[in-house]
């Protein structure tokens, strides 16, 4: 591959590109550390200390003098970090992916370099570029700030529309006055202007379309680009549950349990806070009524006996009134203020370490806890409280395990005594997954595992590296099951919302309700995979043009374990901070749900300081999502903020 190389290999202030590391936690913060990157495509010629992105424009390129570089990281194409390389020697950059080279002038300079990366970057991770501050592909990197002729798109790569047709725009950049070129889209030809501008509208079908874009030079193919585009047709209001929900007005308020329940000692409190959520055009509540530290807000508990909020003892939880039911409370207030009222449950959180604080017995959680399977613990399949990360004290909260059938049927227990003493709209799973890719080990998930390879022909032979181990580096090895694994545990998940689903059936048909089933989940699919939790639909069909991270695994067998089918509606955490990627990131969700079900994009109160900003990410959410939720009351200070916030987003 033909890299320039530039005395003056610096972006220009047009462009502000980034590379941003996994974050350590994504179910915690959804973004990690970001890296400046200098130039894309061309290299330093008179030294200096510069981070190069490498982009593969040409399938197999090198580049032998990398050398030079104190440090390299090879992605692929689906974004996930294939070696993080010191010394840079003969680099390969991946068909579709990239190479990220650091070069410092001084040696001080190249070991610091070297230091960043090794900390930031590590085999296996999923990272993201930016441009301008939105998550883009290498491909649109390259296009704004390389050195090759390419396609420059306003739209991103997930866009969802109002109208049947969508309008591609952009720019061919970059053209050679000795070459011929030409555009077509979706294989009809478009016209380029003469400043390399274009415009193509394109026709719809309701649901999923893919627009793609070709720029040919000479014949061939130069470049090449596509857009998935979600056509969200009007709501039909009579197929809704309300005409708030199918106009998109509808508005849930999140009310979590640990940063909120002191706030409310009396009746009066709950129910002047629902009167002005009410006021400020706040349409449901979604009240946290089993937090992670496993106590409920709620005192009718005869089938779990779990001990009420009051009985915490950690410094920032203890206080509650015990002489409350806050969850009869937040109903018969909030039906009386006109409100919907939903109870969200941690469900199999049991637990925290960060505030040692747990409801469970200790002869229960020892029975139920996960057991954890790290590199740092020296192969060892460890109760997740001996794992070397939770001793010192990066474990946040406890997990129990999935397949274990005591704890599923406890869990099930617990929202079967809120349905039957409660008069809630309906039940929200949060935190209905595993704890991460770690996670479980123990017997009953091994036992659990070999029924399942055992009803598809297959059988485990050596545990747990039949599935993945590690090496001396602590780098993970796949086993020849590790597909399989990963679809187990989806598997595993599922059948505990379906479980869910046809409890709370039941319940309907028996008392005559209409309570409904939801979930809570991060709007990050692509990385769900490591938390067994599959919340596409299972009639969607995964397009490998999305580059999803180890992509390998979205066979019919994962698929199947979709959970969309055994819920009334979505809501997922649209808690980014620009607009592009909220938008990025409901259209995904609506992609992946085949727009089968409702989706409710959250968004992060105390993220988003900028009124304007704020507005317009609500705003976004109200019309490319079928409604809005906010996280969380305890971030409101003023409520008539909240009424202009609403307001000033529009009602769609």
């Known amino acids: 591959m033909a890299f320039h190389k530039s005395d003056s290999a610096v972006l220009t202030k047009e462009w502000l590109c980034e590379i941003e590391a996994a974050p350590a936690d994504i179910s915690i913060a959804v973004e990690g550390t970001r890296l400046r990157i200098d130039a894309v495509d061309v290299l330093p010629e008179n030294g200096g200390s510069r981070i190069v992105l490498l982009t593969a424009s040409y399938p197999g390129s090198t580049y032998d003098a990398a050398a030079a570089a104190a440090a390299a990281v090879i992605v692929d194409r689906c974004s996930q970090v294939l070696a993080a390389v010191r010394p840079a020697e003969s680099i390969a950059v991946p068909a579709g992916g990239y190479a990220l080279l650091a070069f410092g002038c001084t040696d001080e300079e190249a070991a610091r370099f070297a230091a960043r990366f090794a900390a930031r970057f ?88 893919s627009v793609e874009a070709a720029l040919m030079e000479n014949g061939a193919v130069r470049d090449a680009a596509v857009s998935f585009v979600f056509y969200k047709q009007p ?29 409310f000692q009396s009746g009066q409190a709950v129910q002047t806070m629902l009167e002005k959520a009410k006021s400020a055009g706040i349409t449901s509540i979604v009240f946290d009524v089993k937090g992670v530290e496993g106590f409920a807000a709620y005192r009718k508990n005869g089938l779990t006996g779990r001990p009420y909020v009051s009985e915490m003892t950690s410094p920032d939880r203890q206080g509650a009134n015990p002489e409350q039911d806050l969850l009869e409370l937040f109903v018969r207030h909030g039906h009386t203020s006109g409100l919907r009222v939903y109870a969200a449950l941690n469900v199999f959180a049991e637990g925290s370490f960060y505030r040692n604080q747990f409801a469970l017995p200790e002869s229960r959680l020892q029975a139920w806890e996960q057991r954890v399977y790290r590199p740092e613990d020296g192969g060892g399949l460890l109760l997740q409280r001996n794992a070397a990360y939770a001793r010192n004290g990066r474990a946040t ?63 485990l032979t050596s545990w747990p590296h039949d599935v993945f181990a590690y090496d001396g580096r602590g780098t993970r090895i796949e086993g020849p099951l590790f597909a399989e694994w990963w679809a187990f545990r989806a598997h595993v998940i599922e059948s505990f919302v379906a479980e869910t689903r046809r409890l709370i059936d039941l319940h309907n048909e028996q008392r005559s309700t209409n309570v409904r089933l939801a979930a809570y989940v991060g709007s990050w699919y692509e990385l769900h995979y490591r938390y067994g939790v599959n919340w596409a639909s299972p009639n969607t069909d995964y397009d490998d043009r999305l580059g999803f991270p180890e992509d390998f695994l979205y066979t019919d067998e994962y698929a199947a374990a979709g959970y969309t089918d055994s819920l009334d509606f979505l809501m997922i955490g649209t808690y980014q901070k620009t607009v592009r990627d909220v938008e990025r990131y409901i259209a995904l969700a609506k ?53 202009e916030d609403l307001t000033e987003s529009g009602n769609p």
């Open 122 to 209: 590590k085999q296996g991770d999923a990272v993201k570029l930016r441009l301008n501050g939105d998550i883009a592909a290498a491909r649109e990197l390259a296009a704004a700030c390389g050195v090759q002729p390419a396609l420059l798109l306003d739209s991103g790569m997930l866009e969802t529309a109002l109208e049947p047709s969508f309008s591609l725009r952009g720019r061919v950049v970059r053209r050679s006055q000795e070459r011929a070129y030409s555009l077509s889209v979706n294989g009809s030809a478009v016209p380029v202007g003469s400043d390399g501008s274009f415009v193509c509208d394109v026709p719809l079908r309701a649901g999923g379309n």
């Open 235 to 263: 709501a039909n209001s009579a197929a809704s549950a309300s005409a708030a929900e199918a106009s998109g007005r509808e508005v849930f308020l999140w009310v979590e349990q640990g940063h909120n329940m002191l706030s």
């Open 397 to 459: 909260v406890q997990f129990v395990n999935p397949a274990n059938e005591e704890v599923r049927d406890f869990e099930l227990r617990g929202i079967r005594e809120i349905i039957e003493g409660y008069d809630v709209d309906g039940i929200v799973l949060d935190r209905c997954r595993y704890d991460n890719e770690f996670s479980d080990f123990g017997g009953e998930t091994k036992a659990a595992f070999e029924r399942y390879l055992a009803a598809r022909g297959k059988r």
């Open 591 to 643: 992609l992946m749900t085949n727009g089968e079900l409702p989706v409710y994009a959250g968004v992060a109160i105390a993220a988003l300081q900028d009124p304007a900003l704020r507005r317009r990410i609500m705003n976004s959410c109200r019309t490319k999502s079928d409604g809005l939720m906010l996280f969380d009351h305890c971030h409101i200070r003023d409520w008539s903020a909240v009424a």
